[in-house]
């Protein structure tokens, strides 16, 4: 299997885009038209399994590129999974040039993740700070 790492999806991944987020109970609800502003607004990181040609892993980031980064929608496609994949993907985002020196960068994750992401330094936040959310859209 030869990967290849993409920073910008390309219009010709876009349905490849929409059948990973349909995987997950996560994102399974996102409507096409929201996901093609959403990548055009924050930086983005993807697989292509080369052989077929298709999207196999994503992720995004929102940064001011200095102080803060949040990392969202690590995602793999389920065929693709143990394959070492979403690794690479953490990787290629942690070490990227533009995100590696930026002061803090946090994800969020559910439960049964927070192992693996603790490979990269990332440490379950357990200061006194209110995680607060303001819902404008029904879900």
């Known amino acids: 299997m030869e990967i ?15 059948e ?5 109970d996560w994102t399974r609800n996102r ?3 929201d996901i093609k502003v959403m ?3 924050c930086k983005t990181i993807g697989l292509i399994d ?3 040609n298709k999207l196999i892993g994503f992720s995004r980031v929102i940064t001011d590129f ?19 994949l979403g690794r690479l993907l953490i990787e ?6 533009q995100i590696k020196g930026i002061e803090r960068i946090e994800l969020y994750c559910s439960g049964d993740k927070v192992e693996f992401y603790n490979k990269w330094s990332f440490n379950k936040v357990t ?4 995680f607060m959310r303001r819902i404008n859209k029904p879900m």
């Open 4 to 18: 290849l790492l993409v920073e910008n999806i390309s219009e010709s991944y876009f349905l490849d885009l929409l």
């Open 20 to 24: 990973l987020y349909k995987q997950e």
């Open 31 to 33: 409507k096409p038209e």
């Open 39 to 41: 990548i055009d607004n």
């Open 50 to 52: 080369k052989e077929v």
């Open 66 to 84: 200095v102080y803060r980064a949040t990392i969202y929608d690590v995602i793999i496609l389920n065929d693709y999974h143990g394959k070492g």
């Open 92 to 97: 290629s985002i942690v070490n990227h040039p």
């Open 127 to 130: 200061e006194m700070t209110n």
